[in-house]
């Protein structure tokens, strides 16, 4: 069965944004593609049809596929709770949470589920494109390998390596990874791909034909920055910013430290009629914003730490003392009310916190997670929209009896008394056009975005940018 993997001479290098312009590129030949990342480390997921969950960025490979998302896309996810410690999931269900010394004596036990999510995707598709994680130069975490050279190794998938030329050193980033290398894991090895650069691509003949020279690989091509990259879901948070816009609607989100399912703002971002700010450390929620955001958060106890450390808390209370209103989303929806408890240390060390006191609600968290793809209709415009859940704990209180939406005829959510605190569980509504814009109208602001249109149009000048750029045919032939 054909199959090609991208590794990286590091992270970030645009691993994941080739692999989605491959993937419509042999779609548009007539190829059954599918995406496929055997570990991925991203706070930022996806619910599947088949009620699991997988990182966002195999999420839009699988729609630049044409198909839908599913967890044998991506059997290994992990979601950073801590600086040293994660949870694991395994084929889009939680397994466990574990610490960086305990992943290492875990991960020889996830080969086989990654080999068979890897072999049904095989089965049913022409070609699976594979996404590696880090670099393979990485040799110190060799042992147990599932994320490049030990998955390429035991699946028999022939590997492309891609450097990043923007961050400067590209032809120490190829030879030196090979350099590192067992010879048994440079022998994967079918050639090199140079990604995001600026200028004349022929300025660099010299340094192109050292590279294969010197590796004795061969090159598939010099990729120039893809400028509509901003038009496509962000995959980690450190590509969210500002909008940069100037509408007259200002937006500003809480960027907390673990900062999750944060797709919700893609689409606010791209609103003309929006200037979205993202409030990092060290600075204060701008006075004239309009709309506050507390998104998801994967440790919703550590980041509400955080957020009354930076004064956010303080800041909150002005706001809303001007006539702002707040929104809380899924981890957001949990800091804004009375309390959070986490009795069995769910998220972190058991113990309870007093919330920001916003919503008359309490949090409970609890073991099991709620995963699933919802139609609801918004409380306070009658709008229908889809959506989807993926948290833990149960809200409940008085405020709950104002629900933000209705969710197979449920309440779902919560508004305060004064209508301009509101939460909710509920990730992705934001992509609905008709929503987004009964939502901005309330504000005084007209929708002016098509987004999922736009994200397709992007996704065909991503694969025309490769054909014109990158050996396309030589990389798809490469695949066996």
């Not at 975490?141 to 923007?166: K, T």
């Not at 609607?249 to 700010?277: K, M, S, W």
């Not at 809200?395 to 008394?417: K, L, M, N």
Request: hydrophobic share 45%.
């Amino acid at each position: 069965m054909p199959a090609l993997m991208l590794q990286g001479t590091g992270s970030n290098v645009g691993k994941s944004l080739l692999v989605a312009g491959l993937c419509r590129a042999a779609r548009r030949r007539g190829l059954s593609v599918a995406p496929f990342k055997p570990q991925n480390m991203s706070n930022n997921a996806a619910v599947t049809a088949d009620g699991g969950e997988i990182g966002r960025a195999q999420a839009l490979q699988a729609l630049a596929a044409g198909i839908r998302p599913t967890t044998d896309m991506n059997p290994v996810l992990l979601k950073p709770e801590t600086d040293t410690g994660a949870q694991v999931i395994v084929q889009g269900r939680r397994l466990t949470t574990c610490r960086a010394g305990e992943y290492a004596r875990l991960k020889p036990q996830l080969m086989a589920p990654v080999l068979e999510s890897f072999r049904r995707l095989a089965a049913t598709h022409d070609l699976v494109i594979v996404e590696g994680a880090g670099s393979p130069a990485e040799v110190n975490l060799r042992a147990g390998d599932v994320a490049n050279m030990g998955f390429a190794r035991a699946a028999g998938v022939p590997v492309v390596l891609v450097a990043d030329i923007d961050r400067g050193g590209v032809i120490a980033q190829v030879v030196g990874t090979q350099s590192v290398l067992d010879p048994a894991d440079a022998a994967m090895v079918s050639g090199f791909l140079v990604n995001r650069f600026r200028g004349d691509p022929r300025l660099f003949d010299d340094g192109y034909a050292f590279i294969a020279r010197r590796t004795g690989w061969r090159g598939f091509g010099v990729v120039p920055w893809f400028g509509q990259a901003h038009r496509l879901p962000a995959e980690d948070a450190l590509d969210l910013r500002d909008s940069g816009g100037r509408g007259p609607l200002h937006v500003a989100v809480l960027a907390f430290p673990r900062i999750a399912n944060f797709d919700d703002l893609d689409p606010l971002g791209q609103e003309p009629a929006v200037r979205l700010t993202l409030v990092r450390p060290g600075r204060a929620i701008p006075g004239d914003a309009a709309l506050v955001i507390l998104p998801g958060s994967k440790s919703t106890r550590g980041d509400l730490a955080a957020l009354r450390a930076e004064g956010w808390d303080v800041d909150l209370v002005a706001h809303l003392r001007r006539g702002g209103h707040v929104l809380g989303l899924c981890g957001g929806y949990q800091m804004l009310g009375r309390s959070i408890a986490d009795p069995e240390g769910v998220e972190g060390p058991p113990g309870a916190d007093a919330g920001l006191g916003l919503l008359a609600v309490d949090t409970v968290m609890t073991a099991d997670k709620r995963l699933a793809e919802v139609e609801a209709v918004h409380a306070a415009t009658g709008c229908a929209f889809r959506g989807y859940e993926i948290h833990i704990g149960r809200t409940a209180g008085p405020d709950c009896a104002r629900p933000f939406a209705h969710v197979a005829g449920a309440p779902e959510g919560a508004v305060s008394a004064s209508g301009r605190v509101s939460g909710s569980y509920l990730h992705g509504m934001f992509r609905d056009d008709a929503f987004r814009a009964a939502f901005l109208a309330g504000f005084g602001a007209a929708s002016a975005l098509a987004y999922d249109a736009g994200v397709e149009e992007a996704l065909e000048a991503l694969a025309d940018h490769l054909e014109a750029h990158a050996d396309v045919a030589g990389l798809l032939a490469a695949a066996r």
